[in-house]
């Protein structure tokens, strides 16, 4: 169905490639790196045949989806804990702020130390990179709970373990939605920007690769990928997002 | 103290209960209250603002503790929530993210009753409160007095003996409420329940009780009980008799001198903020 918003994304990347190749074409704004969409198109064709390349892509996925993960569980867990227990969270506060705002890349060095040069070292800064969304949306989250829904769990004597599972939860869905597309997106920045600097595999990697070999057209088209997996599983966490009631 | 009857359901023995805030003298929001509630009876606490109502409610559920005395439910010293307490809240408390039928069945899911079973109790409970048919629909797609009735079938479907209600009606127009006054007095005859009702409205606790207990404001104590002596159901031509009217009259007279007190203290305590 082509509702007016389709139309409008259509046209917005329809008028995007236009410019870009026009730019091109008249060689006006950095024309060594602004290439003719037709390269970049080659470039795909070319990558997408090569098993190379989809063991790279598998590195990215693999490293982005199992940090995501890991994440999504223990930032779900802590900010649950940070709003349960309010005079924790509150103490707690100003080091989880300043730890979510600095760039994440400076753990970097630390975690290679430990973790080496491979994909522990990748995954670890996924979840360093999208832990923080998470844990921050579910803790804004608690904060938020109706009192009265407490109450009345606790009229029913209930148990701890069912008014996380029954009441905190469901409770967070909306804000957790949120922080799980947060941190999906930090996971693939902190894991492509680990692989294009220090890495040995994975996209951020072969980007950089074709950077150096002069490969334009190919860098363009690693690019076009990794644009298209964030759109992926963005589309993939709406799907679920609207399995979730209200 | 009142005298002990044998047969009291529910009995609240010299409860006591202060709050501290930092830097002011503690508050005494209740001082050694004592109330004994009859299987099978309606009995409407009433009070101004600010008498510690609520926290008698809290205490009756055992949702805090007192500091002194305590609560005697069937013979037995509670110790937290008691299974046979029902509490319905003030304020609107049904799971956005549960159909009617998942929330009624909230308790008997607690309490680890079969999904078969569960989806039966709750079709049943829904009925009782004149939901049928609207099992399968989300709490945003009902109108307050449904949310209300949804939240009271979710505290019925533990069967409790005994029905305690925090101004189950406050948030709902006058109509409804009066509806709403009726189908519990309906519900309670059906299933043999004791209530205990907290309010602040006098016409909705004469409408319902056999019993009114009238408590003053700060610290709290029951300052009087009166009896209610008019026949069931109460109908439209009960509650525009003479008598009613008395009886309401008579609660004011009682209660206001508590409110006017109540709402001095609460002037001068704003006064005295600036």
Redesign the interface.
Known sequence: MLTTPIRIRAFSLFAIWLIWEVNAQIAWLVPEVFTPTSQIFAGLAEISVSPVFYEHLFFTIFATGFGFLIAVISGTIIGIALGAFRIFGRAMNPYIAAFASSPKIIFLPVVMSFAGWGTETKVTMAVIGAIFPILLSAYAGMLTI?P??I??A??????WY?LVR??YL??L?HPLLVGFRLGFGAALVSVVLTEAKFGESGLGFLAMQYYGLYAIGKMFSVLVILFALAMIANFLLDRFATR??? | MTQKKANAVLSVEQVSKSFYVEDEPPILALSETDLEVQKGEFVAVIGPSGCGKSTLFNIIGGLIPSDTGQIVVEGKKTNGPDKQIGMVFQEESTFAWRTVEENIAFPLELAGVPKQDRIKQAAHFADLVGLSGFEKRYPAELSCGMRQRVALARTLALEPQILLMDEPFAALDEQTRMLLGEKITEIREALDQTVLLITHNITEAVQLSDRVAIMSFRPGVIKRILDIDLPRPRGPETISSDKFGHYVGEIWADLREEAARGLRESERALADEH
């Open positions: 109706n009265v829904h109450r009345v606790r009229s029913f004597n209930i148990k069912d029954k009441v469901p409770s869905r979730v009631p209200h």
